[in-house]
Nanobody, 127 residues
Framework: LQLVESGGGSVQPGGSLTLSCAASGETLDPYAVAWFRQVPGKEPEGISCIRRADDGGTVYADSVKGRFTIYRDNAEGTVHLQMNSLKPEDTAAYLC????????????????????WGQGAQVTVSS
């Protein structure tokens, strides 16, 4: 499974961005999909995940709850992360990851448990 993120960029504090995660040549419907973010020198931080399409349950880290929304585009077989009210501390490389399992995403995602990863999309929040 090859994952590709898109939608990163630079935005002022309080602004919004939407990240997208797509699988090359297949749908993400049967996969649990997670979003991580990483700053230099630190391990990836799991911020949100969504269970596979026939479940759709979601989990959010406290740091993004109420500001970020993870959702599926069932028609496209993709997963997106809508990020609102962005803060400078949200600045990071954002990576999507996927796992073919019905048992993933009942708690915050842990990077070492996901097998498939995208290359990352940089998000910079500054004035």
């Amino acid at each position: 499974l090859q994952l590709v993120e898109s939608g990163g960029g630079s935005v002022q504090p309080g602004g919004s961005l939407t990240l997208s995660c797509a699988a090359s040549g297949e749908t993400l419907d049967p996969y649990a999909v997670a979003w991580f973010r990483q700053v230099p020198g630190k391990e990836p931080e799991g911020i949100s995940c969504i269970r596979r399409a026939d479940d759709g349950g979601t989990v959010y880290a406290d740091s993004v709850k109420g500001r970020f929304t993870i959702y599926r585009d069932n028609a496209e077989g993709t997963v997106h992360l809508q990020m609102n009210s962005l803060k400078p501390e949200d600045t990071a490389a954002y990576l999507c990851a996927a796992e073919l399992s019905a048992f993933y995403c009942h708690r915050l995602p842990i990077s070492k448990t996901y097998d498939y990863w995208g290359q990352g999309a940089q998000v910079t929040v500054s004035s």
